[in-house]
């Protein structure tokens, strides 16, 4: 039986995610900065990418300059996106950290329809805006002396900057494979931070380096290209509302590997989030 477009998107998105929970681990489990992961997670991530499009004779080379603008900026979004989603977590929690982001599936629904020229769906709204009701549950009081509240303030700045790579990798993946998509935007990752990492980087253990590579492959080039491949079919919207699993995945594992137990608000919040996640899923499945 051939599986239809939308449905293998659906499945790429939702095996991204589960993925994406165990990311946001990397940032309690390597010591060093932000920026310093976000460029050597990058290397051996691109150098994978790489091997694959050679082995499989794809190419590498893109089309127009103007589709090289569109990979710098796509890639200076992710760049961004990466640095501050680290740096939140480092200050506060995987929780916070995550919980912060996932406001960007409000930001998406809002900026869509006027980046694509799409119509403006209310449902869309309605859906993102109890997304960030479970969301406002599960995040503790905030004082804006705390560390809390920084962590929160760079996930939301995360959350715009990975708003904008997702509309910007949709306008590349009408003409290229997730994989070239990544591989590019990953080359950007690299070669951005990399003078800072030169100039002002930490050194890196054998150890850490072994988390890179594990966080570089597996938690970063596979689940990203997934991610990009599903853009395909399914608009920003969808993908973000129903990406908002995330916070779900990233809890559980944040209990299991570094003791973080969510407390009952977080439990509360989840639900409705899963719940609408739910909904999209179904809803994407119908059409």
């Known amino acids: 039986l051939r599986m239809k477009p939308r449905t293998k998107n659906l499945i790429e998105l939702n095996a991204a995610v589960l993925l994406w929970g165990g990311t946001a681990l990397f940032a309690k489990l390597i010591q060093l900065p932000a920026f310093q992961i976000t460029c050597l997670r990058s290397i051996p991530a691109v150098l994978c990418l790489v091997g694959i499009l050679c082995f499989f004779r794809q190419g590498c080379a893109l089309r127009t300059g103007r589709d090289y603008v569109w990979s710098l900026l796509s890639g200076l979004a992710l760049v961004a996106h990466w640095v501050t989603y680290f740096k939140s977590i480092q200050l506060s929690t995987v929780a916070i950290g995550i919980l912060s982001l996932h406001v960007y599936p409000v930001i998406a629904a809002l900026a869509e329809p006027l980046f694509f ?111 990009t491949n599903s853009l395909q079919t399914l608009t920003t919207r969808t993908v973000s509302v129903m990406a908002t699993m995330l916070p779900i995945y990233g809890a559980v594992l944040a209990a299991l590997v570094l003791n973080e137990i969510p407390a009952g608000r977080t439990l509360i919040g989840g639900s409705i989030v899963i719940a609408v996640v739910f909904y999209e899923t179904w809803r994407t499945v119908r059409r």
């Open 117 to 227: 020229k799409e119509p403006f769906h209310p449902i869309d709204v309605l859906m993102t805006v109890a997304v960030l009701a479970g969301i406002g549950i599960m995040v503790p009081e905030f004082s804006l002396s705390s560390q809390t509240t920084q962590g929160i303030l760079w996930g939301i700045v995360s959350a715009v900057f990975w708003t904008a790579r997702n509309l910007l990798s949709r306008q590349l993946v009408r003409t290229y494979s997730g994989l070239r998509v990544m591989a590019y935007q990953l080359g950007v990752c690299v070669l951005v931070p990399l003078p800072w990492v030169l100039w002002d980087g930490q050194p890196v253990s054998a150890q850490a380096w072994a988390q890179l590579a594990l966080l570089g492959v597996i938690f970063t080039a596979l689940p990203h290209t997934l991610f």
